[in-house]
């Protein structure tokens, strides 16, 4: 049976790689059983997404300028 240090160990490895069908599994029933780190791993899909937003937001000031530009040519 996965403890919940291998559980979170996991979790983070599969941000960075695919999981083995075996651990996939293992992590699923863990999960299921263990709220805490059902939690963690919801917290951790969270601050990806925000960190994934806020990459996206951070674009060069003059990429959205131009994109905002063409729009407003072609609506005249």
Known sequence: MMNCREATR????AQERKLTLAESAELKIHTLICSGCKNFGLQMQTL????????????PKNK??????SSDDTSL
């Open 48 to 59: 990806r997404g925000l960190m994934h937003s806020f990459a996206q937001d951070d674009e």
């Open 10 to 13: 996991l979790m983070s490895e």
């Open 64 to 69: 959205k300028s131009d994109s905002k530009g």
